[in-house]
């Protein structure tokens, strides 16, 4: 199966259209793509014969090309070939692919008809005039009141549903009713209409008369409709889950001072160093590194006024990976290999530190992912093994979304006055080592970002203009209190909706949060950026944070966390903090799925023996899984296609504490697939010239020389015996488990619970008809053939009843 991307663009959106390109085929792991120009559109037919609509500036023409340049690639490619269509986007837009897109490509064929189009959060009737609902027989209330999909992206498979969708919307957007355009319905509007959204709305009305009939089922948005990284996060195989990142810290070898928490090479290959501020421990102007042989390099300092953190940069050109050493006063106090930060860098990011806080961690993630926050840096700073183990599994929810980072280094520096130094070189770190990102929100896990008028997407959109002569966007603190002592678990945001009168200000004491631009930062202390460019100020109306400081309120932590919120005692000043009712945002939270990404991953290391024509690629299918030769040792899944078990326990030093399964099949009907596939698929010569009678006689040759780690002609083995990927040359089976074809949805149950995973789509199914099938292609003697070369396959795997006819 091939993927193809289609993309249109005129001049001013030509820059858009080839990042889209660019990342699709180097991020998205697409095979082609199609690029077509807007004069190279205005050649066509379908141009000349609809050149009134098609000059009308907006959208060139309103997007009625988009059906056309679908079909038209469809007469490239070969049924069941999928094409990605993706806008270029305008100028304003920063389009890109970030991750491989097969998984969700897959998803979208198991379970759309082979046709991804997501509906985003906007009311269809709000979008949609009324000459267009009543031309197309659609305008009845359930229309009205459903979702409207978004046309930015989608995906089609080249099938009969997927053409004749196609071909419908195309002919309502060249009907001379004129439903695509921005003409004035002759009908009176609706009361509730609002504007019209031209091709998205008559693709709307075409795809929900399928889904009224139950032909079609709605693909649901996860996080910002437009943007498709959302979804295709979702799919991840469990290799590409959440990361744990390890820091390099360096301690001084005669006292407790660290030098850095961190050390990293940057994007613009050079080294920086991250570490708390500790004067009477180490004198900062002795710390040096060295590399091949250059010795003695010493730093560019960045001040930080507040004395917190130590900042580092060696302004030196090293390559991706580099062997170096760090020295205090000439003596070597650390030897490491560095290796360069590699992330796709995002729109809106959020770093934050957390402690003990699992329980408030998967609320605070799926809001913020749904407002359009596409990534997370957790900092754990010494969690109980308990609670990030929990942790972990919440992340595992969140595949993509997430990178943990092991933070357990002490909260306060042991200066004369308080020094948060855990939580500002945390700040700092996320803004040096991954200062790429467009804008990087530093908050806790008991705060919330809410927008009263608009959005967090449209306030960063509406500051883009200045977002290169500023340091960041300070949003107010708006407090809300215990609520007259509400008791609650999970469902605090349903229970925490009383809060202080008026929002904090911005200015110094007011404890302000940050959306940072960090190419503009050069050091941030808890609340803002203390030195960089000026900060800009937002109204509590536009964007605030909802700060519910009583779910830290705990003896141990509640001093240093909520002290402003606080009175004697340690309990919320209830006549102060739960004066205003102010439920909006819970209420708002109500109406965020619940699946915003798939709720399964598997927790337990695992591998899988892929035995040759026994269910390889379902397995690797349901697992999203493509086809590989080596897994990474750090994979959740090892997945290495038709490799023998002997091979990969040499390969994988943590083989014995791996759950271990395969599937086996009756020996008369794996060798008929083996033969069918070969011939008829892969037109290999070895077997064209045989029927599976003669190559049953000739002694079932095979065509199999090195494969993955095994060389089957030299060792005199052969892949049509199943007994050879499972056990080794002493007789020891090296699985635990062996599965059966014939029984393979009770094998999978099986299998799924010992590695904790939840797979929604497995379903018992009725047995077909092979068990007849099969004797079809013997007769006596070549049954007995089969009986006596694979014996050994018969008997170990319990097959030595099947009897001819």
């Excluded at 990342?23 to 050649?43: P, T």
């Excluded at 092979?770 to 070369?789: A, G």
Aim: charged share 25%; net charge positive; hydrophobic share 30%.
């Amino acid at each position: 199966m091939r993927i193809i991307l289609v993309t249109l663009s005129d001049n001013r959106c030509h820059k858009g259209q080839e990042k889209v390109h660019k990342s699709a085929l180097e991020l998205g792991k697409i095979d082609d793509s199609i690029q077509w120009s807007w004069a190279q559109f205005k050649k066509t037919t379908y141009y000349q014969d609809n050149k009134q609509l098609f000059d009308e500036r907006r959208g060139l023409g309103f997007w009625g090309w988009k059906p056309f340049v679908i079909l038209d690639a469809f007469e490239s490619i070969n049924d069941n070939d999928i094409i990605l269509y993706h806008d270029a986007g305008r100028p304003c837009y920063d389009w890109h692919i970030d991750y491989d897109v097969r998984p969700f490509v897959d998803y979208i064929i198991r379970n759309h008809n082979g046709l991804g189009v997501v509906f985003g959060p906007w009311n269809h009737g709000k979008m949609t005039k009324r000459d267009c609902f009543i031309h197309m027989k659609c305008d009845i209330p359930r229309y009205h009141n459903h979702k409207q999909l978004s046309a930015t992206w989608s995906i089609w498979q080249k099938n009969k549903f997927c053409t004749n969708i196609l071909q419908e919307w195309k002919n309502w957007i060249c009907s001379p009713t004129r439903i695509v355009t921005d003409d004035k319905s002759k009908n009176t509007e609706h009361t509730f209409y609002n504007t019209h959204r031209h091709d998205q709305s008559i693709l709307t009305n075409i795809l929900l008369n399928y889904v009224f009939s139950k032909k079609y089922s709605v693909l649901h948005a996860r996080g910002y409709e437009k943007n498709i990284n959302n979804m295709l996060k979702c799919h991840l195989p469990p290799s590409q889950q959440h990361i744990i990142n390890e820091p390099i810290s360096v301690k001084m070898k005669n006292n407790d001072g660290y030098i850095f928490y961190d050390v990293f090479i940057n994007h613009e290959n050079k080294v920086v160093g991250i570490g708390p501020f500790y004067p009477h421990l180490i004198n900062y102007n002795k710390i040096t590194i060295s590399y091949k042989n250059k010795k003695s390099i010493q730093p560019r300092i960045i001040n930080d006024p507040h004395k917190h953190t130590n900042i580092m940069i060696f302004d030196i050109k090293c390559s991706d990976q580099e062997r170096i050493s760090i020295s205090y006063d000439n003596v070597i106090v650390k030897t490491e290999t560095l290796r360069k930060v590699v992330y796709s860098p995002k729109n809106i990011v959020a770093s934050t530190m957390f402690k003990n806080c699992s329980s408030f961690l998967e609320t605070w993630l799926r809001y913020h992912i749904y407002i359009g926050v596409e990534h997370f840096y957790l900092f754990n700073n010494n969690s109980s093994d308990d609670d990030i183990m929990n942790v972990q599994k919440i992340c595992n929810k969140f595949n993509g979304y997430t990178t943990i980072i092991n933070w357990n280094f002490p909260y306060k520096s042991p200066v004369n006055r308080h020094s948060p130094s855990a939580q500002t070189t945390q700040q700092n770190l996320t803004i040096y080592k991954y200062n790429k990102h467009n804008w990087i929100l530093l908050t806790d896990l008991d705060e919330y970002i809410y927008s009263k008028t608009s959005s967090l997407l449209e306030v960063v959109k509406s500051k883009e203009h200045i977002k290169n002569d500023i340091s960041g966007l300070t949003i107010p603190c708006m407090w809300f209190g215990c609520s007259h002592n509400a008791q609650y678990t999970d469902d605090y945001l349903h229970k925490l909706i009383f809060r202080k009168s008026t929002a904090n200000t911005c200015r110094p004491g007011g404890g302000p949060k940050s959306l940072v631009r960090p190419t503009n930062s050069q050091v941030y202390s808890v609340h803002r950026s203390i030195v960089g460019k000026k900060e800009h100020p937002l109204n509590p109306d536009v964007l605030r944070f909802n700060h519910y400081f009583s779910l830290t309120n705990d003896n141990t932590r509640y001093k240093l966390i909520a002290s402003a919120a606080r009175r004697k005692g340690n309990h919320c000043d209830c006549s102060k903090f739960d004066t205003v009712l102010d439920n909006s945002l819970s209420n708002f939270y109500k109406t965020i799925p619940t699946t915003i990404c798939p709720l399964s991953s598997p927790t337990k290391k695992f591998i899988f023996i892929s035995i040759p024509k026994n269910a390889s690629q379902s397995i690797h299918k349901m697992f999203n899984i493509r086809l590989k030769d080596t897994s990474n040792i750090a994979d959740i899944g090892i997945f290495d296609n038709h490799c023998r078990s002997v091979i990969l326990k040499h390969r994988y030093s943590d083989y014995n504490e791996r759950f271990k399964f395969c599937f086996v099949r009756n020996p008369w009907e794996r060798l008929i697939s083996w033969f069918e596939n070969h011939k008829n698929h892969f037109k290999l010569p070895l077997y064209k010239k045989h029927t599976f009678e003669s190559w049953v006689i000739a002694g079932f040759p095979h065509h199999w020389g090195l494969q993955n780690g095994t060389r089957y002609r030299r060792e005199k083995r052969s892949p049509l015996d199943q007994w050879e990927f499972i056990f080794d040359d002493n007789n020891n089976q090296m699985v635990d488990f062996i599965g059966h074809m014939e029984t393979f949805y009770d094998d999978l149950h099986h299998i799924f619970k010992q590695i904790d995973y939840t797979f929604p789509q497995i379903e018992h199914k009725n047995k077909s008809n092979q068990e007849k099938n099969w004797r079809s292609y013997y007769n006596e003697h070549t049954f007995n053939l089969v009986k006596q070369r694979f014996h050994r396959d018969i008997h170990t795997f319990g097959y030595q009843n099947t009897t001819f006819p």
